[in-house]
């Protein structure tokens, strides 16, 4: 449900961008709102940067979370998806890691995310978030194309 991955170092700030540009990019999505959670492509020298740590093609892009997320599991995706926050959305937002999609008093493991350090959730189990006060949160997110 979540692991620590050590091999990845922490993403240079020269790679991270302003939310202003992160706006202007594609939202891959066409069945998200960006005026609530987008998943958004990255820059070309994000892209690189991020595959070089990986010996499989990977797809970068930036999430921008600007509600919380309900108990769900990630659509047309699965596995495990590799996150770097580099705004929290608050002090104590927490990602929640739950037995089921229906019970929501079940939670398994719930974490709360620090900036500079990255984390790997199984995505196709059910999660969600809860505490945002501060929104929005914005990672950086990769995973297997």
């Known amino acids: 449900m979540i692991e620590y991955p050590n091999f990845l170092p922490p993403v240079p700030l020269h790679l991270i961008d ?3 540009v ?6 891959d999505n066409p069945y998200q709102r960006p ?3 987008a998943s958004r492509r990255s820059s070309k020298e994000l892209t690189e940067w991020g595959q070089q740590f990986f010996d499989y093609p990977v797809l970068v892009k930036w999430q921008v979370q600007k509600i919380e997320l309900g108990r769900h599991v990630d659509t047309g995706i699965t596995g495990w998806k590799y996150v770097y926050y580099t705004n929290l959305g608050g002090n104590n937002v927490k990602t929640c890691f739950y037995e089921s999609l229906e019970d929501n008093s079940k939670i398994l493991h719930e974490e709360i995310a620090v900036l ?5 959730y199984k995505i196709d189990e059910p999660h969600g ?9 914005i990672s950086i997110t990769i995973r297997k194309r």
């Not at 992160?22 to 939202?27: A, H, K, S, V, Y």
């Open 116 to 120: 500079g350090k990255w984390y790997c």
């Open 35 to 37: 005026d609530l959670y």
């Open 18 to 20: 302003s939310l202003d």
């Open 129 to 137: 978030t809860e505490g945002l006060s501060d929104p929005p949160r």
């Open 22 to 27: 992160i706006e202007t990019r594609i939202n």
